[in-house]
């Protein structure tokens, strides 16, 4: 008879694993989850495990043959950024939501880097050009 293993989220925002007892299960949890992140509530019958540990130990259990019935609620999908923001971004080193003014102070110290008057070449400018010009035009105010 497989066993199978249901993962809710507690009321003390931790994840709580309920299942019967088996030894198999105890040793994954335990080989896969550091014992910073998770606690045996011995009254509740039911393992705590810190959030973040959760694909962690739905992957752990998974892989011995224990079928993990998951009742967390649904989280929302991270944004995803256009692959062009994100190469800006990625060569003046900010993040996609980082303000006009701290892209365009990123800007001023690679053009410091890589201009060719101060020994960078012209196709580093023109990379960086590129990229302020693609950050601008992703976040360019809507007028109301």
Not at 9 to 15: C, F, P, Q, V
Not at 35 to 45: L, Q
Not at 69 to 95: F, G, M, S, Y
Not at 115 to 143: C, L, R, W, Y
Request: hydrophobic content about 45%.
């Amino acid at each position: 008879m497989p066993v199978a293993a249901v993962l809710v989220m507690g009321a003390d925002e931790r994840l709580a694993l309920k299942s019967p007892y088996n030894p198999d299960l105890v040793t994954a949890l335990k080989d896969a989850i550091p014992y910073h992140y998770r606690e045996f509530d011995r009254p509740a019958k039911t393992w705590r495990i810190d959030p973040e540990w959760g694909e962690v130990l739905i992957a752990a259990l998974e892989a011995i043959g224990i079928a993990v019935v998951d009742k967390r609620p649904a989280t929302a999908p991270t944004p995803t950024v256009a692959q062009a923001l994100a190469e800006a971004c990625r060569r003046l080193t900010i993040l996609p939501e980082a303000p006009v003014e701290v892209a365009e102070a990123a800007y001023k110290a690679w053009a410091k880097l890589c201009h060719p008057d101060v020994g960078g070449s012209t196709e580093q400018m023109q990379e960086i050009n590129d990229a302020i010009a693609t950050f601008k035009s992703f976040n360019e105010e809507i007028p109301f």
